[in-house]
């Protein structure tokens, strides 16, 4: 795969939610020339509906698979062309209106355009009784929207769709979309992983069967998009790509799984490859767009090339990102890559002072509109403030995280506010810490990486910016107490795997508590994981010179 560079200093605007802009056609006489074939896997949905809205509405569903939003909205729309009492068209629509659903709730705006389609589903009706109670079940995520709660309407829908799938056990479709709820609805909190599990019962036998059905793999990367579960779900990421390779989510997607166990080449590899295909997306008329699938896939490159030590190659993103200055649509994950980008360039180097500088950019975006997003930066530049020494700047960012949180909380961000809460613990830790009370310090610190192991990831972060047990070492380390350091740092590396920062603290913490076997080991992977670094870090000068002489 080639590198795709774009001049640092363009503005892009940024088209959350949006999908291809005429890149593939979709049948012979709709292909540019010159174009490649549309490659979207295969999906048979069997509709009421003529024989040519039968044909688009299998595409529009294998879009939909791949949650590539705009098109599959198209898709569905010209189904309603070929054939305007198909009902299950409006069914379509409604469902993509509300974008990603590991993304949701969705906003006011989106949740109004899908209950407006999904009432002209109701009044189109169908021809058979299987696609009427597709339509009641998503009905019923639509019931009283406007004043029930979000989960409450989501379990509704989960519940809805295991009737269908019980009603209608030869129906794959029914299936795979109940396997797809159950993800949607499954709580973070749930370390037994009920329902990922029950997903994972439904979706294994049909990816044997189905090798070459796009939801079936996407949604099984999803299942396993945990750390104790991430392993089971390697073959159908590397499956994947193969399945949908004209959809930059399905060239980006294999990276949940990616980042769960530490395979960084793959995972910027990967990302680079949705990066380009989004930028394919663009008009002639509109190169100086970017698009969500672009951004989205800067943020895992930046981690990944983090990783391995390529700190010019994640420059050159950020340099990209920090250039951008205008938004088409504003969005949760573009909100979020912006404040991530900038936060995990300084935090995975230890460059304090310039994680303490961050500021929000661009700064034309509605950051009040995602204070879960700005909470990034803000829990950066204040542990970045409190390391470096700027104990007042530190103690602002601390009040201004819990500003956010209760903003969160009043938004009924719900998640959100829980990684608020373990952000405002690490950033009072090394406020304690620069203050000396070093007690205090470490009990803050601890509660922090419980508070952050009792949750977990959300879907569209490669991973924290920085693990809470990882900086637990750290400060242990900073403490002179190397033994108890070793322990946190082989814990956190078991969490978050083959971390730059996670291997070096665990090397340097064994060497100072005497463990030379575990710190040749750990200096070794080291030198193996940065083998195609582009930056020499301290670190690794220290695991050179360590094992130079041992």
């Not at 190659?313 to 950020?318: G, P, Q, S, T, V």
């Not at 994981?529 to 041992?550: N, S, V």
Request: a neutral charge; aromatic letters at 10%.
């Amino acid at each position: 795969m080639t590198r795709r560079r774009t001049v640092g200093a363009l503005t892009l605007a940024i088209m959350l939610g949006a999908g291809a802009s005429g890149a593939w056609g979709h049948g012979e006489n709709d292909t540019p020339r010159g174009t490649p074939p549309e490659k979207l896997g295969k999906v048979d949905f069997p509709v009421s509906c003529n024989a040519a809205a039968q044909e688009e509405f299998n595409r529009a569903m294998a879009l939909f698979h791949s949650f590539w939003f705009d098109p599959a909205k198209k898709s569905f729309s010209k189904v309603l062309q070929h054939d305007p009492e198909c009902g299950m068209a409006h069914w379509g629509i409604a469902i993509m209106s509300m974008g990603n659903p590991f993304a949701w709730p969705p906003n006011p705006a989106a949740l109004k355009a899908g209950a407006s389609a999904m009432a002209e589903a109701k009044r189109v009706g169908a021809k058979s009784e299987r696609e009427r109670a597709y339509i009641r079940a998503l009905a019923a995520f639509f019931e009283d929207w406007e004043t029930t709660e979000h989960r409450p309407r989501a379990v509704a829908f989960e519940k809805a769709m295991e009737g269908v799938a019980a009603q209608y056990p030869q129906d794959v479709e029914a299936r795979i979309l109940y396997a797809l709820v159950l993800n949607i609805t499954a709580l973070p909190t749930d370390k037994t992983f009920a329902n990922q599990l029950k997903a994972a019962g439904i979706l294994e036998p049909l990816f044997k069967q189905y090798p070459d059905h796009p939801g079936v793999a996407h949604y099984l990367i999803h299942t396993y998009d945990y750390a104790p579960l991430a392993e089971k779900g390697l073959p159908a990421a590397r499956a994947y790509a193969g399945i949908a390779p004209s959809v930059p989510h399905a060239l980006h997607m294999p990276s949940h799984l990616f980042s769960r166990v530490g395979l960084w080449r793959e995972m910027v590899e990967g990302n680079r490859a949705s990066y380009a295909a989004a930028k394919n997306e663009l008009t002639e008329k509109t190169l100086d767009i970017g698009t969500y699938d672009a951004l989205h896939a800067m943020d895992y490159m930046v981690f990944g090339h983090l990783q391995q030590a390529q700190d010019k190659a994640a420059k050159r993103l950020l340099d990209e990102v920090a250039a951008i200055r205008k938004v088409n649509v504003e969005n949760f994950v573009a909100a979020y890559a912006f404040a991530a980008i900038p936060a995990r360039f300084a935090l995975e180097r230890g460059d304090w002072k310039q994680a303490a500088a961050l500021e929000l950019s661009p700064a034309g975006l509605s950051w009040s509109k995602f204070p879960q997003a700005e909470a990034i930066l803000v829990f950066a530049r204040g542990l970045g403030a409190a390391r470096s020494g700027d104990v007042a700047a530190a103690h602002r960012d601390a009040e201004r995280l819990r500003a956010l949180k209760e903003a969160m909380t009043a938004a009924k961000i719900g998640y959100w506010a829980g990684q608020a809460d373990f952000q405002i613990k690490t950033v009072d830790a090394w406020i304690a810490f620069a203050e000396k009370r070093h007690d205090d310090a470490v009990q803050s610190m601890r509660a922090a990486a419980e508070a952050e192991e009792a949750s977990d990831k959300h879907p569209v972060t490669p991973g924290n910016v920085v693990p809470s047990r990882e900086l637990l070492g750290e400060m242990l380390m900073a403490l002179n107490q190397p033994q108890q350091a070793f322990a946190e740092f082989e814990r956190s590396l078991k969490r978050d795997p083959n971390r730059f920062r996670g291997i070096s603290g665990a090397a340097r913490a064994a060497e100072a508590s005497g463990n030379l076997p575990a710190a040749r080991d750990y200096y070794a992977k080291l030198q193996t994981l940065t083998t195609d670094r582009d930056t020499e870090r301290q670190e690794l000068a220290a695991a050179k010179a360590f094992l130079k002489g041992h």
